[in-house]
């Protein structure tokens, strides 16, 4: 499909190619929406096997972003860039000096953050040349690991989906199965652990899975591969996209389905499924989106109360959310969308009321007999 039509059908509103041959930086940024503010979104490293393949991507999260902040309720819209290299071999100060000043040439309608292969040191790196960055190190007046609040984001939307299947919030007894406990998955652990949640937790980094046996000693480990067939009340995704499919679907036995990994359902047809099935899926990018409401307050100056109460609303969210699922009858996953989208609507709607205005400011302005002469 030729660029163009690639960019309106996804809705983009722009897309910046960027290269420097001089350290070998190659760069998109994509800005899908900036609606409801600015758009946010991390860089990712990663080594493309192609340029497709790499527009492909940043397409694809960028939106995902714009419905992120959205149904947050940020004032931000959606963005996303990545940079074609080999994080183990092409990460240099330079590369990364000279991405912040393309990052400062958009003035602010891009802001960046660390995401897959894109570290606090290398954003430290593209802060040296621009301010529209965050994420940045709690030193330097960033907000440091979002881990633990996207953790806290995970848990508040996974209280909502007890209330709504158990009639309370509370997670004490409850059994929870946690694929992939990695940063979130940690961090998920210890909160559910605290409060009196019976752990079954699985995966593939044998350092992960010590930490764990030190931190978490309560909670048992099962191998990769049994981790869907777990008798649970909550199936917890923290590892990989995708892992709710044709495979999994049918041995999953848990009544809830929440955790932290982006782009759960490997198709959207498996929300209807989970629907019919009577499983309640809990929307991924509205509990995963603790990590985005923690660094999006980095400007107004950060503050862990200030983050925590944001953080917190997500129970409440995820709670009109299943209510939009029952009165529209349809899945989780599109009233999540739905929400976003009317939000997004809505918002558009009260910008153009003021544009009558700022016409009528400039009466005497002729711009198209100007070119004509
Ligand atoms: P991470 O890389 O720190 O942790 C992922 C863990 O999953 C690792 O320990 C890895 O070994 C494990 N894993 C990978 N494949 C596995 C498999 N097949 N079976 C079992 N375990 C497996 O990543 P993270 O930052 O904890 O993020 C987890 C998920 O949440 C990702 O999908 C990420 O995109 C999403 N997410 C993270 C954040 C954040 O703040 N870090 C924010 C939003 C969304």
Redesign the pocket.
Known sequence: MAMFEHISTMGHEQVIYFSDPSCNLKAIVAIHDTTLGPALGGTRMWPYASEQEALMDVLRLSRGMTYKAAVSGLNLGGGKAVIIGNPKEDKTEALFRSYGRLIESLNGRYITAEDVNVTVDDIENIFVETNNVVGVAKVHGGSGN??PY?ALGVFRGMEAALTKVFGSRNVSGKVVAI???????FELSKILDERGAKIFY????ED?IQRMKECVPKAEYVK?EE?FDVPCDVHTP????ASINDETINRLKAKIICG???NQLAENRHGTILKEKNVLYVPDYLI?AG?LMNVSIEFEGWSDTKSRRMIDNIYNTTLNIFSISETENVPVNQATDLLAEKRIESIKKIKTSYLGNVAHRFPGRKRRHYIDV
């Open positions: 979002p881990a996207t694929q992939g406990v990695g940063a979130v998955g699985t995966d593939i980094n992960n990769p981790i923290c590892a990989l996209g932290a990994a982006n995963n990590g």
